[in-house]
């Protein structure tokens, strides 16, 4: 879409955004649920990009129920959440997409996050059980998972394959368990994935990058700096 493009669009939405040079919990971003293009302007520098996949489903499993919140975690909107309250040993908390991906960002409410002992593990299917993707968890704050913001990533597995979660059989999906009880209210008011690997488009510059995107593929951005810690400045537009 050429820069300049007149915008028939219904609704639009800014936001402004601290990039780094490397991969952090604030350059992951969700679009708006409804948003199809976007303009990004960086005050200094260029960027970095590349497209993550969409949540297709993000349920929180009790032991008994299936409780699904996907809307919740992708609308962009913190009042909003999925919570995994006193989930114990035997809960396990479900993220599924129609692509690989290396990782989940959650955001964390500030009044509600775990603060009891305990230990997450990511597991993946490699086609005959469940295995552990040895991730790295940056929601782990004083021996307690889910204590703040934070990326959880992992390498992509070359075994990873797709297996049917509660009648649906989405391509790829993750597992999350641990292994103490959270404690009683925990709610994690956003989740974006990570895009399959770090091999990034580039643009050059503080010209205008216009995006558009499959709205059924697409969940949101990852955005790095060239250098420094310049500020990108976004602007949403869609029906």
């Known amino acids: 879409m050429a820069v300049g493009t007149t915008r028939n669009y219904a609704r639009t939405e800014g936001e402004g955004v601290a990039l780094a040079t490397s991969v952090a919990t604030g350059t992951v971003l969700n679009k708006p649920p409804w948003a199809e293009v976007a303009e990004i302007v960086m005050s200094a520098n260029g960027v970095k990009y590349a497209f993550c996949p969409r949540i297709r489903k993000a349920w929180f499993f009790n032991g008994s129920t299936y409780a699904d919140s996907t809307a919740a975690v992708e609308d962009k909107n913190l009042a909003t959440h999925l919570g995994p309250d006193a989930m114990t040993s035997s809960g396990f908390v479900y993220v599924g997409a129609d692509d690989p991906f290396r990782g989940i960002n959650v955001t964390m409410d500030g009044s509600n996050k775990n603060s009891n002992s305990s230990t997450m593990t990511v597991s993946y299917y490699n086609g005959s059980s469940w295995a552990s993707a040895s991730a790295s968890d940056g929601s782990a704050s004083g021996g307690a998972t889910l204590a703040q913001s934070g990326l959880i990533t992992w390498t992509v597995p070359t075994d990873w394959e797709r297996v049917a979660v509660n009648g649906l059989n989405l391509d790829f999906w993750v597992r999350i368990s641990v292994n103490n009880t ?45 250098a420094s810690t310049p500020t990108a400045h976004i602007k949403y537009y869609g029906n």
């Open 182 to 226: 959270l404690s009683a209210t925990v709610e994690i008011e956003e989740m974006s994935l990570l895009y399959r690997n770090t091999n990034y488009a580039q643009h050059n510059g503080t010209a205008t990058l216009d995006l558009s995107w499959n709205n059924d593929l697409v969940g949101g951005l990852e955005l790095l700096s060239t």
